[in-house]
């Protein structure tokens, strides 16, 4: 048996934290042995309204263990990925043993770990090429039953608009997603700086003259009242269906079941595509909402119910014989976000 040295435990934990999380939770917990890294969901950051049955914390841990598998093979070691490895144990997502492989191929992604983020901004330019596309539909195919959906124009696409808006505005609707989504953003960070969890203002894209009312919307009473007035499909319009209408690309990362192992390989391709896009110069935000609440575990006020049902009979002629999770919004963004989010000190992780 060999042991995993220290140069390459950081190397492979810097590639994984680099991964996306939902809100920038960041739930993941490492623990190393001597040949492998067991990855599991931190319950301290994982478990909350939306994530009552963990569907975005698989999400993430999908992520953060694509890029360590990816990382691993660039320093010459292959991965094998034992999923869910203890039945009982509904938080210990995967047991990963490196084994060192000199001549394996290393995987081009890998370039791209270190700078792909989420941007918020828009109008966005061009068009995504047929051949562009071809690379990302690949990159998801990668993983087993997974693939891209892409509306096409029309009809689709304007279910897509509208599905997107109508989870988007139930953030603002439902007190209770309402609350968790305001306790993720930093604002005492200040709308200039970045913070090392949870969201930063400054990368939120929201307007300088719109930033007083935003931060006010944080008090439920103040979203209460601004409700009245038709707040919540506002804030849809202006967080989902216009950037998205301004945006070239969009597309739905399907897999085919709601079962945490699907979602945890939806995970992986997510995290495969989004690599690919940045490599391609494409700018990505993801959009979770539609897909996360259609599933029906996320329990919503029984007045919005009748909306969840709404999306899930919507996204099913998008996605086929499966079921969508994260939306994709792509293009061409005339810069890079001036602030980009930041990550916790990695031995905040676990013991290491
Ligand atoms: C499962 C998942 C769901 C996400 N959902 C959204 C979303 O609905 N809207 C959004 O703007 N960003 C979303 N994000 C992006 C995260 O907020 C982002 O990854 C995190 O803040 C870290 O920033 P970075 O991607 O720039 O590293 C999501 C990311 C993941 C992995």
New binding site residues.
């Given amino acids: 048996m060999w042991t995993v040295n220290q140069d390459m435990k950081v190397d492979i934990l810097r590639a994984g934290i680099a991964a996306?999380?939902?809100?920038?939770s960041q739930p993941w917990r490492f623990t190393w042995g001597d040949d492998h890294l067991d990855v599991r969901i931190d319950a301290t950051r994982s478990g909350n309204v939306s994530d009552t049955r963990y569907v975005?914390s698989d999400?993430?841990a999908g992520?953060c263990v694509e890029n360590m598998v990816i990382q691993g093979r660039s320093l010459g070691y292959a991965a094998q990925v034992d999923v869910f490895p203890e039945a009982g144990d509904e938080l210990w997502i995967a047991r990963i043993r490196w084994r060192r492989d000199p001549d394996g191929q290393r995987d081009p992604l890998a370039a791209a770990i270190d700078s792909?983020?989420?941007d918020?901004s828009f109008p966005w330019r061009g068009a995504i090429a047929p051949s562009a596309q071809a690379r990302l539909d690949a990159q998801a195919e990668r993983i087993e039953g997974a693939r891209l959906c892409w509306p096409r124009a029309g009809r689709e696409k304007s279910m897509a608009l509208k599905l997107v808006r109508l989870a988007e505005s139930l953030r603002f609707r439902s007190p209770a997603l309402h609350a968790e989504l305001f306790s993720s953003i930093r604002f005492a960070a200040g709308w200039d700086a970045v913070c090392e969890e949870g969201?930063a203002p400054a990368?939120l894209a929201v307007e300088r003259p719109m930033r007083p009312a935003f931060e006010a919307m944080r008090r439920p009473a103040v979203m209460r009242v601004l409700n009245r007035f038709g707040a919540a499909a506002m804030l849809g319009w202006r967080s989902a269906w216009l950037p998205i209408r301004l945006s070239p690309g969009l597309c739905l990362l399907v897999v085919p079941s709601a079962a945490r192992t699907d979602v945890f390989a939806g995970?992986r391709a997510?995290q495969r595509v989004w690599l690919e896009a940045t490599l391609a110069g494409l700018s990505v935000?993801?959009?979770?909402?539609a897909g996360v609440l259609s599933l029906g575990f996320v329990p919503v006020e029984p007045h919005l119910r009748q909306a969840l049902s709404r999306l899930d009979a919507g996204l099913a002629p998008l996605c086929g014989n499966g079921r969508g999770l994260?939306f994709l919004r792509l293009g061409q963004s005339r810069s890079a976000p001036p602030r980009?989010?930041g990550r916790r000190a990695m031995d905040s992780f676990g013991p290491g």
């Fill in positions: 996306p999380s939902a809100d920038n975005l999400l993430a992520a792909r983020h989420t918020r969201l990368t995970g997510l935000q993801p959009y979770a909402a994260v980009r989010s």
